[in-house]
């Protein structure tokens, strides 16, 4: 895998990205292997729908959680509780399958002090939620992010998601929904903590 990656060709930014006509090339290698045909007329334009989906799907690899969660408050008049922000839906890919997965994640942290505007959290599971992913990983990397760039006294994550690599191909178990959570800080060394957080997850 190492020698396919280190001979794959580069002939696009400096970034190793290929060119859009690189892109919709390999869309109507695809198409034609699927056994279709590309040249067919509802099939002319797909190619460059493809790769304008592609970076819209994808446009998390563009940017920056640090840059996001950069802008904090310290006027929160002795505020120092858990802030959650539950059911936050995303739409991603596994890294495997390329096929969907969807869900929500639910976002906790106890403030040191400074806190985030609550939008940050939501733009942070988007960024990580557009690129491939396995869900382990983007619990990890959203609970990591939040816990380096604002250094909470602990953060809380948990995400719930369907993925359609299961749904739509393999075992094709419609309905059956994974999650996992990630804890650091207090809420990784204090059990009520950890409870408090899946209370309030789960009280409506």
Same mark, same amino acid.
């Given at each position: 895998m190492d020698a396919i990656v280190k001979n794959f060709p580069r002939t696009g930014q400096e970034s190793g990205r290929p060119t859009q006509q690189e892109a919709e090339d390999a869309v109507r290698v695809l198409l034609r292997w699927a056994g279709d045909d590309p040249l067919r007329e509802g099939l002319l334009d797909t190619p460059m729908r493809v790769a304008k989906a592609y970076r819209e799907l994808f446009s998390g690899y563009e940017q920056s959680p640090e840059d996001v969660l950069g802008r904090t408050f310290e006027e929160v008049a002795g505020y120092d509780d858990m802030?959650?922000? @539950?059911?936050?839906?995303?739409?991603?890919?596994?890294?495997?399958?390329? $096929? =969907?997965?969807?869900?929500?994640?639910?976002?906790?942290?106890? =403030?040191?002090?400074r806190v985030l505007g609550l939008s940050k959290i939501a733009r942070v599971v988007e960024i990580y939620g557009r690129r491939l992913q396995t869900q382990e990983s983007m619990t990890a990397q959203i609970a990591r992010a939040i816990d380096e760039t604002l250094a909470? @006294?602990?953060?809380? $994550?948990?995400?719930?998601?369907?993925?359609?690599?299961?749904?739509? @191909?393999?075992?094709?178990?419609?309905?059956?929904?994974?999650?996992?959570?990630?804890f650091t800080g207090a809420f990784k060394t204090d059990a009520a903590e950890q409870v408090r957080f899946m209370t309030m997850v789960r009280s409506r």
């Open positions: 802030v959650l922000v @539950r059911d936050i839906p995303f739409f991603s890919h596994c890294e495997h399958h390329v $096929v =969907p997965i969807i869900g929500k994640a639910h976002v906790a942290y106890l =403030p040191e002090g909470p @006294r602990g953060v809380a $994550v948990m995400i719930e998601a369907e993925h359609m690599c299961m749904a739509m @191909r393999g075992v094709q178990k419609q309905g059956s929904t994974t999650l996992t959570t990630t």
